[in-house]
């Protein structure tokens, strides 16, 4: 099973894909998703968002907003974003 991963700013969509996990930094601290994680709605602190995904990954670079999970689909929400491709370790 992987999670659908969708990375949008106000202007766009950024990044939308597969992946076996999503980091990111929220006001509470550093939450990671894996499937079958329980529905959650976070504010995003500005930072990194991971997205771990098979054969590489993407780390998307956010200025804030939002990370919502549900149904193995996560949607970041962001005013800026902008993302970089990772190589697969």
Do not use: C, Y
Not at 5 to 30: H, P
Not at 79 to 85: D, F, K, Q, S, W
């Amino acid at each position: 099973m992987s999670l659908k991963v969708q990375v949008v700013s106000a202007e766009r969509e950024v990044w939308t894909g597969d992946a076996t996990m999503v980091v990111a930094r929220t006001l509470e601290g550093e939450i990671g998703i894996l499937t079958g994680h329980a529905p959650t709605l976070a504010v995003l602190a500005a930072g990194e968002v991971k997205v771990e995904a098979p054969g590489g990954g993407v780390t998307a670079q956010v200025d804030g907003g939002f990370l919502s999970v549900e149904h193995d689909t996560v949607l970041v929400v962001a005013e800026r974003a902008t993302v970089g491709e990772r190589a697969s370790s």
